[in-house]
């Protein structure tokens, strides 16, 4: 009571209508809100479709519309059109005076010319003066271009007029050198030291003195090859000093061109040195070139030129001293000797005095001549390698006299391969011992090994050792890469191991060419690697290289024994064999699938060997379902059961074949018999797997090839065992409410029913008048449209009693 008294006079205090009154008041202003949004919407529909239309309106009358004239836009920009014109008027005018100099020149007396020809050259040469006072740098450079090209006229005028009866090229030296002073001190006078021309004419012209000179003086390759060296070292010292940048450029260009070229002819002449002194001679002007470029190293700013001209000057160091060191030894030992001097250069690595990049360059260099070495090498390694395979075509073909000709089978032995070894060695200590950085020392030090490696495997042959002794360092060879194979670094081991592996397919190869080296070897290969199996981290690669090396020894003793081939798989067998009982020992290991796969390689060739046995081909597969089967035991391989299968079926049908068996049902029960048995285990585990999986492939392989036979059987018994089979078959379909065996089961009874009864079709068929069968079909077409409906449903009862079977 008291709080009824309170809300009432708080909603007399506060003035507020009652709730009916409030909600239609609410209800009201909401509708008005509503009206006024509709409005202002459809305003603003009818705004935006305006805006629309006009915006088309102006794109339309924009298109019509021509598109306003761009001003037109210069295509060479003025300072390009007065260099085009000052160099083509520098170039007539120099045409020109040439014209006069050779044509006119003759129709003027000696005071003439001469005043002409000096007249105009010295107005060429001082007006750039005045034109670079005024501003006028372009045109100033074309007049000095033209006052440069005069002087070379005038240096040609002056031999054709008064010195024509000298040497060409002997005053053609002396030109280049008058030309080059005066056009280098035309280019440092005060009033013309702006000109970016002179300088630039000065060195190129100076490239020509030194080489013209050595012409003119009849002097041989040697002083001419040294006057392209001393000219590019002159080059290389203005490219260094220089400070314009035209100058440096064009001293660059000609140290390299001209350097380029004096290498090339002092490489040569070093190549072709007949004697001592010739190489010596060739190797001083490498050593040039070698110093030219190790100065340059030193002085040039850029890393990257430092170390480019580091490497050429250890190079060719290399090259002038191996080249003097080569005249006088046999040419088997001219790589090593080059090796020796560039393993040298590795001495001035730990020269701190040098710069970075020069030290670097020289290790470099050093690299690149090892690197050669090594590809010098290389043919001799593939032959030792590779050239036992030759044997494969001659097998037990007699042992060779010694280790080169077992090697040297089908290709030549190498030329000067007497200091391969020694190379090889060489190198492998380098990457050993000389190498810096973590980076790559682990990496050289894992190359050394393969070196040594290949070091030791040309040796028989290099030497000529006995066929035996060759052979027995091959074994020792692989023995101990086996060993060091133990190793805990996995790159070591890996790399052991590929090494061990190549030597005794080597050694394999090699010994074919004796039928008892053949045994033994492969015995000795085979207890090798199955020892080293004990290792739990090579036994995934061993264990399969000691089964392959087995299955190739029971291949060897039968051809041994003068076995045929498919008596000879019995002793292949074994290898499978052998495989199973150590993958099931192995268990979870990673060299259990290895070993499998070369098991199932194995009994392939058995196969393969038996072939053209057949009683020994079917007792083979036998054996091969046996070992497939013992192996489907273990859990993990159960799946190969049905490849067991498989196999005694193949076993079945090719010893069913020997005996000339011509019965289909003798080929298919064998299959029929332990599908149905399978797919009854299966029914058993799992009552809701279909009968067509369980039952149908097995019914099938008996039915449908027995239909086929008994179709053109022309006797009675095939049919009536058929038909009575697919009886039973239906009926226990039916009875156990399985769809496979009741639609196989019936439709093979159906068609052997119609095979039998054809004949007396056909019989009662001929009987009849030939109006006969068109009136039985119209018959039984209006029979079946008057129960039309009636059937339709009984085939959807058949079908649905199909459906609810398995």
């Known amino acids: 009571m008291p709080f009824e008294v309170t809300r009432t006079t708080l909603r007399a205090m506060t ?143 002056l031999h054709e007029a008064a010195l024509a009866g000298t040497d060409g090229t002997g005053y053609a030296a002396a030109a280049s050198a008058v030309l080059v002073v005066v056009w280098s001190a035309y280019g440092v006078l005060p009033a013309t030291a702006a000109l970016r021309l002179p300088l630039p004419s000065a060195l190129a012209a100076a490239q020509l003195p030194l080489l013209l000179w050595a012409l003119a003086a009849d002097a041989g390759p040697y002083m001419i090859t040294a006057a392209l060296l001393v000219t590019a070292g002159l080059d290389a010292v203005v490219a260094l000093r220089g400070t314009a940048g035209a100058v440096r450029i064009t001293a660059v260009v000609g140290a390299y061109a001209v350097g380029g070229w004096g290498v090339l002819g002092a490489g040569w002449l070093s190549l072709t040195a007949d004697g001592p002194g010739a190489a010596a001679r060739a190797g001083a002007l490498l050593l040039l070139a070698a110093g030219i470029a190790s100065g340059a190293a030193w002085r040039v700013p850029g890393a990257r030129h430092a170390l480019g001209l580091a490497i050429a000057s250890g190079l060719l160091t290399v090259g002038a001293l191996g080249g003097v060191v080569r005249s006088g030894m046999p040419s088997e030992w001219a790589v090593p000797a080059h090796l020796a001097l560039g ?38 390694v593939a ?219 194995t009994g392939l060739l058995a196969v393969g060997l038996a072939v053209t046995d057949p009683p020994m ?53 064998p299959v029929t018999v332990p599908a149905l048995l399978v797919g009854a285990v299966r029914r058993r585990r799992d009552p809701r797997a279909s009968s067509w999986t369980a039952y149908g492939p097995g019914l099938a392989a008996t039915l449908l090839p027995s239909l086929v036979a008994a179709w053109a059987d022309p006797h009675w018994t095939r049919p009536l065992l058929l038909g009575t089979a697919a009886l039973v078959v239906t009926l226990l379909g039916a009875r156990h409410h399985l769809q496979a065996p009741l639609v196989l089961g019936g439709s093979v009874l159906a068609l052997v029913t119609l095979h039998e009864l054809a004949p007396y079709v056909v019989q009662v068929t001929g009987a009849l008048p030939r109006w006969a069968p068109p009136a039985l079909a119209g018959l039984l077409l209006l029979a079946l449209g008057a129960t039309y409906e009636q059937r339709i449903r009984d085939v959807r009862r058949v079908r649905e009693a199909l459906g609810r079977m398995d």
């Open 617 to 669: 081909l079917a007792l083979v597969l036998a054996l091969c379902g046996t070992i497939t089967a013992a192996t489907a035991l273990r859990p993990e391989r159960r799946p190969l059961g049905y490849a067991a299968t498989a196999l005694f079926v193949l076993a079945a049908w090719v010893r069913l074949a020997a005996w000339d068996v011509g019965t289909p049902e003798a080929y298919t029960l």
């Open 343 to 380: 393993i040298a250069l590795l001495t001035a690595v730990r020269v701190s005095r040098l710069p970075e990049a020069v030290r670097r360059g020289l290790a470099w260099a050093s690299g690149v001549v090892q690197a050669l070495a090594l590809l010098w090498a290389l043919p001799v």
């Open 383 to 601: 032959v030792v390698v590779l050239g036992p395979a030759g044997w494969l075509g001659r097998v037990w073909g007699g042992a060779p006299s010694d280790a080169r000709a077992a090697v040297a089978v089908e290709t030549p032995w190498p030329p000067d391969a007497a200091g391969v070894p020694v190379v090889l060695v060489a190198v492998a200590a380098v990457l050993a011992l000389a190498v810096p950085g973590e980076q790559w020392r682990p990496r050289a030090r894992l190359g050394a090994p393969v070196l040594c490696w290949a070091a030791v495997l040309t040796l028989p042959a290099v030497f000529g050792i006995p066929y035996v002794a060759g052979m027995l360092v091959l074994g020792v060879v692989t023995a101990a890469a086996l060993y060091a194979s133990r190793t805990t670094v996995s790159a070591a081991r890996v790399t052991a191991v590929v090494l061990a592996l190549v030597t005794a397919v080597s050694l394999a190869l090699t010994a074919l060419a004796s039928q008892t080296a053949t045994l033994v070897v492969l015995a000795a290969l085979t207890a090798l690697f199955a020892a080293a199996s004990w290792q739990a981290g090579l036994a995934a690669v061993t264990a399969p290289a000691a089964l392959v090396h087995a299955a190739a020894l029971a291949a060897a003793t039968g051809a041994a024994a003068d076995w045929p081939p498919a008596r000879t798989a019995l002793l292949v067998l074994a290898v499978p064999v052998a495989a199973a009982l150590l993958a099931a020992r192995l268990g979870a290991s990673l060299a259990t699938v290895p070993v499998e796969i070369v098991g199932a390689a």
């Open 15 to 157: 003035h507020l209508p009652p709730p009916a009154e409030e909600l239609r008041l609410l209800d009201a202003e909401l509708w008005q809100l509503d009206a006024r949004r509709s409005q202002l919407l459809a305003r603003r529909a009818w705004l935006v479709a305006t805006l629309h239309q006009g915006q088309q309106q102006s794109r339309a009358e924009a298109r019509t519309q021509p598109p306003p004239a761009a001003p037109p836009r210069p295509e060479t920009a003025a300072p390009s059109v007065q260099n085009l014109l000052l160099i083509l008027g520098g170039v007539l005018l120099t045409l020109a005076a040439a014209v006069f100099t050779l044509v006119s020149w003759g129709h003027m007396g000696i005071t003439g010319r001469a005043v002409v020809l000096g007249a105009v050259t010295l107005a060429a040469l001082a007006a750039p003066a005045a034109l670079l006072k005024r501003g006028l740098r372009s045109t100033a450079e074309s007049v000095a271009g033209l006052g440069l090209a005069l002087t070379v006229l005038d240096a040609y005028a």
